[in-house]
């Protein structure tokens, strides 16, 4: 082990300052997801970002951390042992990146023919026909001069095909890691983070989603039998509000206790934030992760509380979300199922009941073809989406994918207005599905490459 005789008390003060801090604001739980059999179905289980991948209609990515994050934090595989520096190397400056870049076509149905909504309208006046294209390019630089500390950085840019040029640069993330007497580990930057299991109907539990938006200092440390995870964060937005830069008010702070005992798996989360309204926002979650036979269960359960307008009696949130997860997989994991509820309690009259199943088949006939399906169901106005898809390489680096996204429900019901919602809002770039068709068939080839 490496001894860092050099630290200052200073620092080491200001190390036990923030978890202290953190952990001020924590209160009940939220568990991390299992990497080693959540990580390998993650791109099928997840909403897309890109439908250039339309056998990924069906998922995404949803680890804790970004694949090159996750690589530089220590291993908390057992909660109290320190970290291991002597492990790791230096290295010299790395650079590297990936391309994508796709084309496709979609035809589709803007309304179910037959409906009230489709206002006499035939099958042929009720098609619409969309070509789409797409490019992503992202560079990275990654350097590690001591063992102890690490620089990193993550640009992208994204063909805009209203100007026909390529957008400015930007900044995915950039950080520097640090790792106190081989102890306590330190990310300072802009970076991501995700808390919680939710995988196909969102993440209630992600109490930091807001991270991947500002600034953020984080730390984790060994605390009793788990992890302690500290985490303060602002951004612009906030600062935007009239709060100085030095002004707590200006900061949100979050802290999560995490511990594994036999095949148990527990978390418990809370967060700060003084919202616009100048209510106190105390989130917190509570997450349970354990396997029964073939089976992976988890569950999440999230409560919001505002000081300002406290529901009766007190001590009930004002909001509150639960989320249930099974996952199978055989063992040859050829075949594979997830299947996840959720409950809201802002829906009115307890109705915010959602559903969700996705399911991943064998590849074809030896090939890497390989079939998916996802679909989500809203119980309280019986309105979903199901997606089918499949996918495979076509030629070295090169992938075709074909899908079908179907939703069903009444005008106005939850996953129709969703739709509706998505193309009256502001247009995401990078979603290449023509959202708001009822109906759609979609063909795309796309090229993937890394350097």
Known sequence: MRSFSGISSSLAFFALALLIIAGLFLSVPLLHAQEGSQSSIDDLFDQPEEETEVEEAVGDETNDQSEENASSEPVEAEANDKVDID?????????????????????GLIEWPGTSAADGQSAGELMRYSGFYQTTATVKLDARPQ???????????????????????????????????DTVFFRAGQQSLTWGQGRLLGNPANLVSRVSDGVALRSTLPAGPGTLNGVIYSKKSWLDDG???????????????????????MALAGHFKIDDDA????????????PLGPVDAAADVVGHWARHNPANPPWKPAEWQAMGRILWENSSRSWTLLGEYQFDSTVEAGSGHYGALALKTPKLAGSDWRPALRWKHAFQDN???????????????????IGVPLIY???????????????????????????????????????????
């Open 243 to 265: 709060y100085a830069k030095h002004n707590p008010k200006a900061f949100a702070y979050a802290g999560q206790w995490e511990t594994t005992a036999g095949p148990l798996s």
């Open 409 to 451: 429900g009444a005008y106005g019901s939850f996953y129709r207005q969703a739709l509706e919602d998505s193309t009256t809002g502001d247009a995401d770039e990078d979603d290449l599905t023509p959202i708001d068709n009822v109906a759609t068939f979609l063909l795309s080839i796309s090229l993937s490459f890394s350097f």
């Open 383 to 401: 309105s979903g989406e199901l997606v089918a898809g499949i996918g495979g390489t076509i030629a070295p680096k090169l992938k075709m994918s």
């Open 279 to 290: 209510q106190e926002d105390i989130g917190s979650s509570l997450s349970l992760s354990v």
């Open 87 to 107: 492990e790791l190397t230096t290295s010299p400056v790395k650079f590297s990146g990936s391309v994508n870049a796709g084309v496709g076509l979609g035809a």
């Open 147 to 181: 063992p102890y500390l690490r620089f990193y950085s993550s640009l992208q840019t994204t063909l805009n095909d209203d100007a026909m040029s390529f957008d400015a640069l930007v900044i995915k993330e950039i950080f520097v890691d640090y790792t106190l007497a």
